[in-house]
């Protein structure tokens, strides 16, 4: 099937695409709908509704792009004809948002959204399936998924440093100036991604996979119970997220720009992080330390209850630790489906490993939309002036709500996922 040991060149060569898959995160999540709703005149509720329908779309796209990955081949490959193809969709809906129609329509805005993320789906499903099945080795597939987050959160940290340095030094775009960036930086990852990296080839015959295999996945109860980890924690991570600015303007009282010193030393403790629950796994085991980790993030998150403006600069603190338990969040949650598919494909006889990433990344996706409708709708209908909405009341979705999620994660942690589960993987 895969390569039984991974050399540090492998693993470097497939985790430097990581890169690659989240230097447009920012931007598109943060830049561009404030660029279009007010610097381009678009508006708020148009440039949202715009959006709220690019992503809708995108969900539906995820499960056929799976199902695609696991049962097209082209001239014998599988996973890098996806990948280039996805590369190069990103790079033009990058590019062709970055030159909006004069005057600004939705109809520029929505296909350059939907070109985009149907790249960036076809980039990262296969790239992470392929990820899942480069070695037969079970600590091997955690150090490939840590060396890739850690890979995502330096790409992260670069797009943050470009943004700043666009708007401070060169008066120029920064979305603009990101999209350029990122094409230019894909293009030597994913050529050493392409180059060096094998496919991988199974002994084993498979059945091809059909329609009815997709359905069949979720009575696989080991998938069922991932799927319901992925969807609670990525909840429990998004809501946080959503709610920072407010947080930090309404009850810390910081100016909001600082948002980005505390993102960066969020994302800097996470890539640290990541390296250190990598280790420890190898000696007690992924579930565990991914459980650990969720305590610790408990924990520390919960302290916030008691802070204020007096002590905000406490929230740094908190800020490096629940960044560090990031770490396990991104590292070692794929590593484990990687070994539930492995158990899938002995059990079952058929591969849908690119399936089921698609379905974890379709439940993220989900997860982190319903980060945004949850607290907004809550804060809304119980606050009809949203401009004065008490801190209790957002203390209660920032820190309550994700602290009951965390929890319920780490209770479903506590039997294995599957019955042949290895020491490294427990």
């Known amino acids: 099937m895969g390569i039984s040991r991974l050399s540090t060149k492998t693993v470097f060569f497939y985790s430097l695409s990581g890169l690659v898959s989240s230097l447009p995160l920012l931007p598109i999540a943060i830049i561009l709908p404030e660029?279009?709703?007010?610097?381009?005149?678009?508006g708020l509720v148009t440039t949202g509704i715009i959006i709220a329908l690019a992503r809708f779309l995108d969900l539906f796209t995820d499960p056929i792009i799976g199902f695609l990955v696991d049962r097209v081949r082209w001239r014998g490959y599988r996973y890098k004809p996806f990948i280039i193809l996805g590369a190069l969709l990103v790079s033009a809906g990058f590019i062709f948002l970055s030159y909006p129609s004069s005057p600004v329509t939705g109809w520029h805005l929505g296909v350059g959204l939907?070109?985009?993320?149907?790249?960036?789906?076809?980039f990262q499903i296969p790239y992470t399936s392929w990820g899942a099945v480069i070695s037969t080795h079970s600590y091997d597939r955690t150090r490939l998924t840590g060396a890739r987050e850690l890979f995502g959160m330096i790409g992260l940290l670069l797009s943050i440093f470009i943004s700043l340095v666009a708007v401070s030094y060169l008066d120029y775009s920064p979305f603009k100036t990101l999209a350029y960036a990122a094409s230019i930086i894909a293009i030597p990852c994913i050529y050493l991604l392409i180059r060096w990296i094998p496919e991988p080839s199974f002994t084993t015959p498979f059945e091809s996979i059909k329609v009815a295999h997709m359905r069949s996945?979720?009575?696989?109860?080991?998938?069922?119970?991932?799927?319901l980890c992925w969807f609670l924690n990525s909840l429990a991570n998004g809501i946080p997220a959503v709610l920072l600015p407010f947080v930090m303007t309404d009850f810390f009282q910081l100016d909001k720009n600082s948002i980005y010193s505390y993102l960066?030393?969020?994302?800097?403790?996470?890539a640290i992080g990541a390296t250190l629950w990598i280790r420890t796994s190898k000696q007690w085991g992924k579930r565990l330390v991914w459980q650990i980790a969720i305590w610790i993030n408990i924990f520390c998150f919960a302290q916030v209850l008691w802070m204020g403006p007096e002590t905000s600069s406490l929230f740094w603190i908190v800020c490096v630790i629940t960044g560090l338990t990031l770490g396990a969040d991104l590292a070692l949650p794929p590593s484990i489906q990687a070994d539930v598919m492995e158990s899938d494909r002995a059990k079952n006889k058929v591969d849908?490993?690119?399936?089921?990433?698609?379905?974890?990344?379709?439940?993220?996706?989900?997860?982190?939309?319903?980060?945004?409708?949850?607290?907004?709708?809550?804060?809304?209908?119980?606050?009809?002036?949203t401009a004065s909405v008490p801190s209790s009341s957002i203390l209660?979705?920032?820190v309550i709500v994700p602290?009951?999620?965390?929890?319920?994660?780490?209770?479903?942690?506590?039997?294995?996922?599957t019955s042949d589960e290895s020491p490294s993987a427990a």
């Open 352 to 385: 849908r490993t690119a399936v089921c990433f698609s379905i974890s990344s379709l439940i993220s996706k989900l997860a982190l939309s319903l980060a945004i409708c949850i607290p907004f709708l809550g804060l809304g209908l119980a606050h009809s002036d």
């Open 217 to 227: 996945l979720f009575k696989f109860q080991p998938c069922r119970k991932l799927f």
């Open 35 to 42: 660029w279009y709703a007010r610097d381009l005149g678009l």
């Open 114 to 122: 939907f070109i985009l993320y149907t790249g960036w789906s076809l």
């Open 403 to 417: 602290i009951f999620l965390k929890a319920s994660v780490a209770f479903i942690l506590l039997k294995p996922f």
């Open 264 to 270: 960066i030393a969020y994302f800097l403790a996470g």
């Open 396 to 398: 209660i979705y920032y």
